[in-house]
């Protein structure tokens, strides 16, 4: 799902990065206002930098892996967290791994951090109290991951870089796939056990919400 450089043009990769730019304030302001736990921050940018590594390539796409946005937003209680956590992670893999362009931080940061992380943990707290946390944590990072798909295939497709029908077919479904029998049961499974094992290390907004 990382975008590389020139997929996009740079006056509409421009336009993604604002967009980005402002939703990373707002989540850096989060941190320092109502978030102080900076190990739990920490090992969940390492677990998501982790799961990340794994890329599926994908016809009339960039790639297929899972994001773990939705997971950062529910164990954070806010989905600032999953914004935060996910801008940092694709810094480092852009500057450093040369996984997702430097050019298309913002598109990257767009996709997989404010538009997964925002749809998935509202879905979480819409379900939650219908079909438990688990389903609700399946669900919200099942559609989280399937809507970052969707809007990456959408940009490539404004860019002329990949047809639009193709891109969304293509990504759609290889994300469907992976957002649910790895996104989906990996985001439920350790949400399910940290609240049943050690919800201490939660901040208590993530424990009231749970």
């Known amino acids: 799902m990382h975008i590389p450089d020139g997929f996009i043009p740079l ?7 604002l967009i980005a730019l402002i939703f990373v304030a707002r989540s850096l302001r989060w941190a320092r206002e109502e978030f102080g736990e900076v190990p739990l921050l920490a090992t969940l940018a390492a677990g998501i930098f982790a799961i990340q590594a794994l890329n599926i390539p994908i ?3 960039t790639s297929g892996h899972m994001t773990g946005g939705v997971l950062a937003a529910i164990l954070l209680g806010s989905p600032w967290g999953g914004v935060l956590i996910l801008t940092l992670v694709l810094v480092v893999q852009a500057l450093f791994f040369a996984d997702g362009g430097i050019t298309v931080l913002g598109a990257n940061i767009l996709n997989m951090g404010v538009i997964s992380s925002f749809l998935g943990y509202y879905t979480y707290l819409a379900l939650r109290g219908r079909v438990g946390v688990a389903g609700a944590s399946l669900a919200g990072a099942w559609l989280g991951l399937v809507a970052a798909a969707l809007a990456t295939a959408l ?9 639009l029908r193709e891109g969304l077919l293509f990504m759609g479904m290889y994300h469907a796939v992976i957002g649910l029998v790895a996104e989906g049961a990996l985001t439920a499974l350790v949400v399910t056990t940290v609240l049943r094992v050690s919800p201490e290390i939660l901040p208590a907004r993530a424990r009231e919400v749970a």
Do not use: C, D, R, V
């Open 155 to 163: 940009e490539l497709a404004i860019a002329g870089t990949f047809p």
């Open 11 to 17: 006056s509409q990769a421009a336009i993604y990065a």
């Open 59 to 61: 016809p009339w796409g």
